[in-house]
């Protein structure tokens, strides 16, 4: 058992925990004289180089260096988090506990039912799969193999109106539990019927391997039902927060993973060797699962790859710019001579689609090419409207990357749409480095917009920016820190205090790990948000902040972001107030507004 609140404990764990067994699951061992020697599975070894130590529960490779304990190996070979890496050896060991913000005995006991309905489903539909001669018939026109689908746990669900539920009952499963897990529902007239019937059906694994949802599609072309649909929300699955795939494909060892939209897709890619596929379970890419993805993959190149439409472009702008603004390398793949992966390997061999997948485009790229998309060069005001956009684009960009890009941009599209290098550069020269006319505008004098190179530091942050991120990170660093102060403070707007959008993200992490209990103190972070850990501890570096004297400045930080908040406004308002297309009605109440800040600053 767990402590007397449910939850695990290292000790607990490894003393339940035999490292030879577990081990041997991942490789053969062999004794020899007080320990075991096997080869070691985290680098091309030929030679045994592995040993195991049964009585000490550690192990040990004398070639490439890794070791520790039981909790170490997993974390390494299944490539979870020093956290899911200690539920999964409970899991193994049968150690009831509670998880993270499971405390509720009642809540617990729930979503543990589910995923136990859940893992008997994924079972049963698997067993209908060998028996139905219409979704194996099915599969092989789809040109999905056996060994395919056993790796997917892919599974038929019965023609029928309560196959499943007649299953469960036969158990003695409580209707209400299986309405909660989101296995059957409820007719008008009061009968429970199946939610998936007559599906080829996909199990839905969270991260460490638990079946926490499905999805089902109908085999029929002419069915008048939806193409596919999906379990409902429940206690353990939330849309938007998994990726399909991401159990197998984090095992990869490509610097690459590629995010498509569907199963097959997925399923397609995997079945060809290009084991780093996940997808999305719909086009729509949120925060959530892009800290899926930097937890995994946080220095491997994410590819997305949804389908060219007009729906799916928008997408895959807003999933890039989500990725990007997490920190991680984004590109974006646009497939030719299908529609998409499942069709074009059907017809190409795996090289072809590497190959494609090499000239992928970056996010400045992409937005190009829609812009010329949107933009054809037919006619003058076509070309403009192409050129101001790209030119607006380059703007944005660091000055690191616009060397490359005002290139790219010109041999690409100049010839085409009537330009030059320095009509791209034009649009930032114009303003770089320079103050607004110092001229009083209703009063109130302009403020300057652009910061020139001498006034940033060697990160690219001015001054006043150096502050406030001292500021973000000294407050952050307090909330890791010191759990408790965080729940203080929790109703009020925190999060909307922050100006930078990493400081941002990494609030949602340690705010997660305050409310869970699963953060205890600044030491405690690396196991629970990794990511987060790596940019504070750098902030801890760089400015020289001690968690242990954060606590003690708690109201200090709270009003100076208060107060950047207040003057990050009257920026937005005075800029608003600049802005010449800004009508002359709106000016006059912008003006009001202002004054009205700087008169509650002062006080």
């Known amino acids: 058992m767990a402590d007397k609140q449910g939850r695990l404990t290292q000790e607990e764990v490894l003393s339940r925990v035999n490292i030879v067994s577990l081990i041997s699951e991942f490789v053969p061992l062999k004794k020899q004289g007080a320990n075991y020697v096997g080869l070691c599975p985290f680098h091309a070894d030929r030679n045994p180089s592995l040993f195991v130590s049964e009585s000490k529960g550690i192990f040990k490779c004398f070639a490439c260096g890794v070791g520790g304990n039981a909790i170490r190996f997993i974390e390494l070979s299944e490539k979870l988090s020093y956290v899911d890496a200690l539920y999964n050896l409970a899991d193994r060991a049968g150690i009831k506990y509670t998880r993270g913000i499971e405390r509720d005995e009642q809540t617990t006991r729930l979503r543990n039912d589910i995923r136990s309905l859940n893992k008997e489903t994924a079972k049963f539909y698997f067993e209908q799969l060998k028996t139905s001669r219409k979704a194996q018939e099915y599969l092989k026109t789809r040109g999905i193999t056996a060994d395919t689908a056993t790796k997917f746990g892919l599974g038929y669900s019965p023609d029928s109106w309560d196959a499943l539920y007649k299953y469960f009952k036969s158990g003695g499963v409580q209707d209400d539990l299986l309405i909660k897990a989101g296995l059957v529902s409820k007719t008008d007239k009061g009968n429970l019927i199946d939610r998936f019937r007559d599906r080829l059906m996909f199990p839905i694994?969270?991260?460490?391997?638990?079946?926490?949802?499905?999805?089902?599609?109908?085999?029929?072309?002419?069915?008048?039902?939806?193409?596919?649909?999906?379990?409902?929300?429940?206690?353990?699955?939330?849309?938007?927060?998994?990726?399909?795939?991401?159990?197998?494909?984090?095992?990869?060892?490509?610097?690459?993973?590629?995010?498509?939209?569907?199963?097959?897709d997925c399923i397609a890619l995997h079945q060809k060797g290009i084991d780093f596929a996940v997808a999305a379970l719909g086009t729509a890419l949120t925060e959530k699962q892009g800290r899926l993805l930097k937890r995994y993959f946080e220095k491997r190149e994410i590819i997305v790859a949804f389908d060219n439409d007009s729906a799916g472009a928008q997408a895959t702008v807003r999933g890039m710019e989500i990725l990007k603004n997490i920190g991680l390398s984004v590109k974006v793949f646009r497939l030719t001579g299908a529609k998409d992966a499942d069709e074009f390997l059907k017809t190409h061999t795996k090289d072809d689609f590497l190959e494609q997948l090499s000239h992928s485009y970056s996010l400045f790229e992409y937005k190009c090419i829609l812009a010329a998309e949107e933009n054809p060069a037919d006619t003058n005001e076509h070309k403009i409207?192409?050129?101001?956009?790209?030119?607006?684009?380059?703007?944005?960009?660091?000055?690191?990357?616009?060397?490359?890009?005002?290139?790219?941009?010109?041999?690409?599209?100049?010839?085409?749409?009537?330009?030059?290098?320095?009509?791209?550069?034009?649009?930032?020269?114009?303003?770089?480095?320079?103050?607004?006319?110092?001229?009083?505008?209703?009063?109130?004098?302009?403020?300057?917009?652009?910061?020139?190179?001498?006034?940033?530091?060697?990160?690219?942050?001015?001054?006043?920016?150096?502050?406030?991120?001292?500021?973000?990170?000294?407050?952050?660093?307090?909330?890791?820190?010191?759990?408790?102060?965080?729940?203080?403070?929790?109703?009020?707007?925190?999060?909307?205090?922050?100006?930078?959008?990493?400081?941002?993200?990494?609030?949602?992490?340690?705010?997660?790990?305050?409310?869970?209990?699963?953060?205890?103190?600044?030491?405690?972070?690396?196991?629970?948000?990794?990511?987060?850990?790596?940019?504070?501890?750098?902030?801890?570096?760089?400015?020289?902040?001690?968690?242990?004297?954060?606590?003690?400045?708690?109201?200090?930080?709270?009003?100076?972001?208060?107060?950047?908040?207040?003057?990050?406004?009257?920026?937005?308002?005075?800029?608003?107030?600049?802005?010449?297309?800004?009508?002359?009605?709106?000016?006059?109440?912008?003006?009001?507004?202002?004054a009205a800040l700087k008169k509650k600053q002062k006080k």
């Open 205 to 264: 694994f969270d991260d460490i391997g638990n079946v926490i949802a499905f999805g089902g599609r109908t085999m029929d072309k002419d069915a008048k039902t939806a193409k596919y649909i999906n379990s409902q929300e429940t206690p353990i699955y939330i849309k938007g927060q998994h990726l399909y795939g991401l159990n197998i494909a984090k095992k990869s060892v490509s610097d690459k993973v590629i995010i498509v939209e569907g199963y097959m």
């Open 385 to 594: 409207d192409f050129i101001n956009k790209v030119k607006s684009l380059f703007a944005q960009l660091p000055d690191t990357d616009k060397l490359v890009y005002k290139k790219w941009v010109t041999e690409k599209f100049g010839k085409q749409y009537g330009f030059g290098e320095d009509t791209v550069a034009g649009s930032q020269s114009l303003n770089q480095g320079k103050a607004d006319r110092e001229e009083p505008s209703n009063g109130i004098i302009q403020r300057r917009i652009y910061i020139s190179d001498d006034e940033k530091d060697d990160s690219g942050l001015s001054e006043a920016d150096k502050k406030k991120d001292f500021n973000e990170k000294r407050l952050l660093i307090c909330f890791a820190e010191n759990p408790g102060v965080y729940k203080t403070l929790k109703n009020k707007d925190i999060r909307g205090l922050f100006t930078f959008e990493e400081n941002r993200l990494i609030f949602d992490i340690v705010s997660e790990g305050c409310e869970s209990g699963e953060i205890k103190g600044f030491s405690s972070l690396p196991s629970f948000g990794a990511a987060a850990d790596n940019r504070l501890a750098e902030a801890q570096f760089k400015y020289d902040i001690k968690p242990s004297d954060a606590k003690a400045s708690v109201s200090e930080m709270l009003q100076k972001l208060y107060n950047a908040a207040k003057d990050a406004e009257l920026d937005r308002i005075q800029k608003e107030i600049d802005n010449p297309s800004t009508p002359k009605e709106r000016k006059i109440e912008l003006v009001k507004k202002f």
